[in-house]
């Protein structure tokens, strides 16, 4: 880990201990548990098909299944929602990553990492893809073939499609973000979330064809 992005870690854990807890849990949506002393408290934030808890203040992510430490990128990506979820319901109007504050300078190497791997190895696997949305991310379908509404944190959606390709059209994929995203995350950090969503469905994917 670089110095530059512990640094970033220790600043959202250092905003995280100055946070009135309730506000958090109430503005994320996470679950808050209190225990004695009173001073020791936890969030627990659902983020794609995986459950983590929180202690507060020390801001130490872990799983909830087995108590193992969550990687730098998964940690940064929950405290960083819990510190700046501002409670604006998600409103159901999609948008490219580009569309996103700054996404444009990021959009090429978020193609690259995200849609070209999904439509690559799901474009002609639609059942898998299909199975793996609903079962592994409880996502539910979305209007348009191929597509399914997914709730990477419980108050971020994303809309993901796959677009089955013949001889002449290649598949395509695409994740979309709601117009409320920036709102619970900084884009940096939404590109994270997409190419989380692509490398666990990747993994899943892979494994289940061997």
Not at 108 to 136: D, V, W
């Amino acid at each position: 880990m670089t110095n530059g992005y512990r640094a970033t870690l220790e600043e959202a854990r250092r905003e995280l201990a100055q946070k009135n807890t309730m506000d958090m849990a109430r503005l994320s949506g996470a679950a808050l548990s209190l225990y004695p002393p009173l001073s020791w408290r936890e969030f627990t934030v659902p983020f794609l098909g995986r459950v983590y808890q929180i202690p507060w203040p020390t801001g130490e992510v872990s799983l909830y299944a087995n108590r193992q430490q969550a990687s730098d990128g998964v940690t940064l990506i929950l405290l960083h929602y819990l510190v700046k979820s501002t409670g604006t319901p998600p409103v159901g109007k999609w948008l490219p990553f580009n569309h996103l504050w700054g996404g444009e300078s990021y959009f090429s190497a978020f193609i690259k990492r995200t849609y070209e791997p999904l439509a690559g190895f799901f474009g002609s696997r639609e059942k898998l893809f299909s199975q793996l949305m609903q079962h592994r991310l409880h996502a539910r379908q979305g209007k348009e073939p191929g597509s399914f509404l997914v709730m990477a944190l419980p108050r971020l959606p994303l809309l993901v499609r796959i677009g089955k390709g013949d001889h002449e059209i290649p598949a395509r994929a695409s994740i979309l973000f709601d117009q409320t995203a920036n709102e619970y995350l900084p884009t940096e950090d939404l590109a994270a979330v997409g190419e989380a969503l692509t490398g666990r469905l990747l993994r899943w994917g892979r494994a289940a064809v061997k």
